[in-house]
């Protein structure tokens, strides 16, 4: 494990110097070589589905795991635009100077060598992998066991392209010990390792803060909501609701609660049932939603679980003030929506939830680094320091100060 780091720690001191031009050019051949190795990258797929389906993997995960054509070509796509996108390093942040006559800048510079824990999704590898190259940093992969062959794969794909143009492979690799002790022993090298970013479930998340001597940006649960003001336009709400819950919901931005106004409850609510009940979502709701449609009652439990299956919670709340409370009380820091046609609803709403992404009238499916225009994203961040919510290049970055003098020395 030490020299594996040795030789990344000695990867990210070269990677910090490629100019732009280059890096753009190492993530085109990238992106090409991805297609190339199209057929390749899903035969190791189907290793990794064969062995979860005899695993009894849940349908979430499945779902996660699934590489095809279309999903190769569009994990190519985000290495392209990721290569168009602004270089996010030796950016002048600011500039002055000061009464010395010193002229001070702050400049961006990458953080280093960056470890990335996640689970399931094996094109979150290359996303990363992307993400990391382009703001120069060197990045270690930890993927999960289950896609550990297409993991494997791709990451095999970019270290040709990198060692056709003369870079180390350990720009980008995957951890050398694959078990949890390995991880465990990751978590321990500071001396080489300068971020660590998880992203996936509770387990995981607990398990990386306990165990980090690194600094952690988290990666949490999404457990997500939409409150239907009694300002709602009735469309607009059902819509949007379908969409946050049902399109995709194995994903960390999908809805897990939907909270309604008690004044619109009776009418709105069972439009929903016939909604949900044609994209065949198992409802859970509160005593009083159990009274005006048929759902089995919702606990405690149930308001704290990131289902990432095609189940929801309905609960009827009194006004905006206590689904605010709610939020609160139960919300991961992900993503909340208001629907409203009411300007001060909207904006006491956007203002009072303490989330990483609040949305006015649209899905929260929209938390995305793609959808966000950052190419992709190495994960949502649900801290609060350093990174919040989708985490592009920008964040992959810090910052030190250039201080240009003439001679001057402190009185």
């Not at 993991?151 to 970019?158: D, G, N, W, Y």
């Amino acid at each position: 494990m030490e020299q594996f780091l040795k030789k990344a720690k000695k990867a990210s001191k070269i990677i910090s110097q490629l100019s732009s031009k280059i890096k753009n050019q190492i993530l085109e051949e990238m992106a090409k070589a991805l297609i190339d190795n199209c057929d390749y990258i899903i035969k190791n797929n189907n290793k990794d589905l064969e062995k979860a389906r005899k695993n009894n993997l849940n349908s979430a995960l499945l779902d996660r795991l699934v590489l095809t054509g279309d999903k190769v070509q569009e994990m190519s796509n985000a290495l392209l635009a990721i290569s168009k996108l602004k270089d996010p390093t030796n950016r002048v942040l600011d500039g002055w100077v000061n009464q010395d006559g010193l002229n001070i800048q702050k400049v961006s510079v990458p953080l280093g060598v960056i470890g990335v824990i996640y689970e399931s999704r094996p094109d979150v590898t290359s996303d990363c992998a992307a993400l990391c190259f382009k703001s120069g940093n060197v990045v270690i992969l930890k993927g999960g066991k289950e896609a550990q062959n297409s993991s494997v794969a791709i990451v095999e794909i970019l270290q040709e392209v990198l060692i056709k143009n003369n870079l180390a492979k350990e720009c980008i690799s995957l951890i050398p010990e694959y078990t949890q002790e390995g991880v465990r022993k990751l978590l321990k090298q500071d001396k080489y390792i300068d971020l660590i970013i998880p992203r996936g479930g509770a387990g995981l998340i607990e398990f990386v803060s306990k165990n980090s001597s690194i600094p952690v940006v988290k990666h949490d649960k999404g457990l997500c909501h939409i409150f239907i003001d009694k300002y709602a336009d009735f469309n607009k709400a059902r819509k949007i609701a379908i969409n946050a819950k049902c399109q995709r919901p194995s994903v960390c931005n999908a809805m897990e609660t939907l909270l309604i106004h008690q004044d619109i409850a009776e009418e709105i609510l069972p439009l929903f049932y016939e909604d949900f009940t044609q994209e065949k979502t198992k409802l859970l709701g509160c005593e009083k939603t159990a009274k005006i449609i048929k759902v089995k009652l919702a606990n405690e439990e149930n308001f704290q679980t990131e289902y990432l299956t095609n189940t929801l919670n309905i609960k009827i709340v009194k006004d905006l003030d206590e689904a605010l409370l709610h939020i609160a009380r139960f919300s991961s820091g992900h993503s909340e929506a208001i629907i409203s046609e009411n300007y001060t609803q909207i904006e006491y709403f956007l203002a009072q939830v303490d989330s990483a992404c609040v949305y006015a009238n649209a899905s929260t499916r929209f938390t995305d680094g793609s959808c966000f225009e950052l190419g992709a994203e190495v994960g949502i961040s649900t801290n609060k320091l350093h990174a919040r919510g989708p985490m592009g290049l920008n964040e992959l970055t810090s910052y030190k100060f250039k201080i240009y003098g003439k001679g001057q020395i402190r009185a």
